[in-house]
């Protein structure tokens, strides 16, 4: 158990629909990052949020939006939702934002759309 | 155009034998390379990292080795046992803050006993 959790687990729904994902970090984990593996694919990157603030946007589309809120837990917006955007979807947190920090990752949340 | 590349999709080892997975990058500015292990309907988890500083780092049974020259690093895990059975992704950093990991698309270990 890393003590990233992630829920809900499964989220089935339809397109054109909207879900929003949470994460939770480690104690005492200040930044969090949120990352798609679709099929055949390595975990990509999508955004980094760092005390709050947002850091990094990797791959993440306009539809989808994220935030941290005051006690660091995270949620990851996805709207409009297309088939293509079924997924795997992860959140790792570290304790920092520094060089060579190691990043512990959720049981991630499964994204089917209809 | 991939960054980091796990070039063996699948790997297939007899427990007690060595299991090597590698992990070929093409940025010479990474920094941090790590390797984690997933298991299905599982987050991957950490397994082991190094730094460009380093040619070796050992943890039990697992060693990682980096060939910076060569822009390839190896995962070692001796002896290999059943439970090792997974995917293993190689992921790296860049030398700066706040950097997110490029990860490869993994290697599926298979160990049989």
């Known amino acids: 158990d890393s003590g990233v959790t992630q829920t809900p687990k499964h989220l089935i729904t339809a397109t054109g629909q909207r879900v929003t994902l949470r994460c939770s970090p480690r104690s005492g984990d200040l930044s969090v990052y949120w990352y798609q593996q679709s099929l055949d694919q390595g975990l990509q990157f999508l955004i980094q949020y760092y005390n709050g603030e947002e850091r990094a946007k990797g791959n993440i589309l306009e539809r989808f939006s994220a935030q941290q809120f005051p006690d660091l837990h995270s949620e990851l917006n996805l709207s409009s939702l297309e088939l293509g955007d079924s997924a795997l979807y992860f959140c790792?947190?570290?304790?920092?934002?520094?060089?060579?920090?190691?990043?512990?990752f959720g049981p991630g949340t499964r994204l089917l759309v209809l | 155009d991939q960054q980091v590349k796990q070039n063996s999709p699948s790997l297939s080892v007899q427990e007690g034998r060595i299991s090597i997975l590698n992990c070929d990058y093409t940025n010479s500015m990474f920094d941090y390379f790590l390797w984690y292990k997933k298991y299905p309907a599982e987050g991957p988890t950490f397994l082991i990292s190094?730094?460009?500083?380093?040619d070796k780092n050992e943890d039990g049974r697992f060693t990682v080795f980096l060939n910076k020259s060569a822009k390839h690093l190896s995962l070692h895990i001796v002896p290999s046992q059943p439970g090792d059975s997974a995917v293993y992704f190689c992921?790296?950093?860049?030398?700066?803050?706040?950097?997110?990991?490029?990860f490869g698309k993994g290697t599926t270990l298979s160990v049989s006993s």
């Open positions: 992921a790296a950093s860049f030398n700066q803050a706040g950097t997110a990991l490029i």
């Open positions: 790792a947190s570290s304790y920092q934002t520094g060089r060579r920090e190691t990043q512990y």
């Open positions: 190094i730094s460009s500083i380093k």
